[in-house]
């Protein structure tokens, strides 16, 4: 029998032994599993860190965004502004030639501007023709231009 509680003692013990060893790879296990964890953490922290400046950046860049949009649409409205005085501008130059040729015409002398190549006068379209194939130094006046005119003789 004391051979038998020999081998049950030499199996506990080597029992035990395996069952150290066990315990001292899991707490390994356990050591690694806790650095492992902590480098995590760390690394987590330092991730939220950098989303952190990111999302300020991207924030910023917003603002730049936002501020460079409404300098471009101010920009845009005033060329959209200049084009319409340019052609306003254009349209008022436009009318004052015109203007301006009235005036000139109104202030031409009577000759060459009527529509039958005249004056605007219908006695001048009448006589002026006449008094043009006439003698150049007329002795009556009026009364002989009109009759040299109409061919009526002096």
């Known amino acids: 029998d004391r051979n038998h509680f020999a081998e049950e003692l030499d199996f506990l013990k080597q029992m035990a ?9 899991v707490r390994r296990a356990n050591q690694f599993l ?6 995590l953490e760390a690394h987590t922290h330092f991730l939220d860190q950098q989303r952190h400046e990111v999302q300020q950046e991207v924030d ?3 603002g730049v965004l936002r501020q460079d949009e409404r300098a471009n649409a101010e920009l845009k409205n005033r060329l959209e502004q200049y084009r319409r005085e340019l052609v306003n501008s254009e349209k ?5 030639k015109k203007q301006e040729q009235k005036i000139r015409e109104m202030n031409l002398p009577a000759s060459g501007t009527g529509p039958f190549g005249g004056s605007n006068s219908w006695a001048t379209t009448l006589v002026g023709s006449y008094a043009a194939k006439a003698d150049p130094a ?3 006046g009026v009364q002989s231009h009109l009759q040299g005119g109409l061919g009526l003789g002096a």
Do not use: F, H, M
Not at 17 to 25: G, I
Not at 34 to 39: G, N
């Open 60 to 62: 910023a860049e917003r």
């Open 34 to 39: 806790e650095k492992s964890y902590r480098d």
């Open 138 to 140: 007329p002795r009556g």
């Open 92 to 96: 008022d130059r436009v009318e004052a």
């Open 17 to 25: 032994e395996d069952e150290e060893q066990t315990l001292e790879v």
